[in-house]
């Protein structure tokens, strides 16, 4: 008897034969996926919306030191990584698109929140609980991806969610930044509440396919077990968490390694440093979707190959420019980097899990990248201050090569070769069984 996971790759399979005629297009995927895309970039909005007014909510209204500060933006890193574990079990056992909708509205009610604060105990609770609602939200925004794109076209589907977020991130910080300004600080948060419910009502519109689990008791405890079950399956999974963690510590270093050593090395002022960062998040977005749509046609490993190599060479390049324009040129090669990669790896995970525990699975995957970050963050302070300037960016080129090598050596292809209905030698049809 076929089980829920051999139908839910015979689903799969019909879905690639009824999407072989829209390759002209190759965003049209369908409806849902449309909605998810928009969903996806209101709730970057939302984000964005409360980047440029959280440090003087911060700073005047709550009059917390940097260091407080810190504190409290780390909370949400910390409550992110541990409730991934739950989340993931629940994106599986209840379902993708309840578990997503939970963690926006958890998202929205606590942005307006953040409108009537009085102390920094308040705001340090609050960044706790949106960590939660970013961990319910995150692995299940996978899996619903997943489960309604073909595997034909997921690579363009990871690039085309990539771009939807960074245009409402590029979005916000201007929209909140005039808000803040004609009309009060509490209006970023009662507009990124509003995007919030507005990005809920979306999702539920959403037909996401009954996914079924085949164990009797599932347990929120067994998410490593998922992990280990489908690494077994695929062993390509143990090396690209092992990308994931690297990354992590990575991102650590881009959010406040690369900042000082700019700020302190290179000399760029706070404008500077901005427009460097914009020039970046342009580059990847104008790079998502059409290195999506090549990992789709020559394969998911040679994008993250060539992605890691670039990002080695641009994060190495930070050791000998001495101006601005130096590094516009080294982000906008970092972030075109991330730009090939990230599609990729999204279509690879997508690829090697097995379909009714791709939430679980994903969820160990946040895990060991948020882990990555929280030690990037911590690890990385420390070398910058204690050793030198230089040890953070030279010890993440370091693990990056070896992560970039891990999967050039241990990584197999997973995109599988696209079938036509007949065989174009012979116009008879094509062995179902034939690659």
Not at 34 to 58: K, N
Not at 232 to 256: C, D, E, F, P
Not at 280 to 302: E, S
Not at 369 to 384: D, E, K, M, R, S
Request: aromatic residues 8%.
């Amino acid at each position: 008897m076929a089980g829920p996971v051999a139908q839910g790759k015979a689903a799969d399979s019909s879905k690639n034969d009824k999407t072989l005629d829209s390759r002209i297009n190759p965003l049209a995927i369908s409806r849902d996926f449309t909605i998810l895309l928009v969903s996806l970039a209101v709730i970057g909005l939302g984000f964005g919306i409360l980047g440029p007014i959280m440090p003087r909510l911060a700073e005047d209204r709550l009059h917390m030191s940097s260091s407080a500060m810190g504190l409290a933006y780390s909370m949400f890193a910390v409550s992110m990584v541990v409730f991934m574990l739950p989340a993931g079990y629940w994106a599986d056992k209840v379902g993708r698109k309840p578990v997503m909708v939970v963690g926006v509205v958890m998202f929205g009610v606590t942005t307006l929140m953040l409108a009537f604060i009085t102390d920094a105990y308040q705001f340090a609770l609050l960044r706790f609980v949106e960590g939660i609602g970013a961990a319910l939200a995150t692995p299940a925004a996978f899996a619903l991806t997943a489960d309604i794109v073909p595997e034909s076209k997921r690579g363009i589907a990871m690039g085309a969610e990539g771009t939807a977020e960074l245009l409402g991130a590029m979005g916000g910080p201007g929209l909140g930044g005039i808000l803040a300004s004609e009309l009060g600080l509490n209006y970023p948060f009662y507009v990124g509440a509003a995007l919030a419910l507005i990005c809920a009502l979306l999702i539920l519109r959403i037909r996401a396919p009954k996914i079924v689990l085949t164990e009797k008791k599932p347990s929120m405890f067994a998410i490593f077990q998922s992990w280990k079950r489908n690494a077994v399956h695929n062993r390509s999974l143990y090396a690209v968490s092992v990308r994931a963690g690297v990354m992590g510590v990575v991102q650590g270093l881009w959010n406040l390694g690369l900042l000082l050593y700019w700020d302190d090395e290179i000399g760029l002022d706070p404008a500077q440093i901005g427009i460097a960062l914009s020039v970046g998040a342009l580059a990847m977005m104008l790079g998502t979707i059409p290195a999506g749509a090549l990992t789709d046609r020559i394969g998911r490993r040679p994008n993250m190959i060539v992605g890691g190599t670039m990002m080695v060479f641009g994060l190495s390049l930070n050791l000998v420019a001495t101006d601005f324009w130096h590094i516009l040129i080294i982000v906008a090669i970092s972030d075109i980097a991330g730009a090939i990669s990230n599609p990729a790896v999204g279509a690879m995970l997508a690829d090697i899990m097995l379909e009714e525990e791709r939430g679980r699975v994903m969820g160990a995957y946040h895990v060991f990248q948020g882990t990555g970050n929280i030690v990037g963050f911590v690890l990385l302070g420390f070398l910058y201050g204690a050793v030198s300037h230089e040890s953070p960016i030279i010890l993440c080129s370091i693990m990056l090569a070896i992560a970039t090598g891990i999967i050039t050596v241990f990584v197999a292809e997973t995109r599988k070769p696209r079938k036509d209905s007949t065989n174009a030698s012979t116009g008879a049809p094509m062995d179902p069984d034939h690659s």
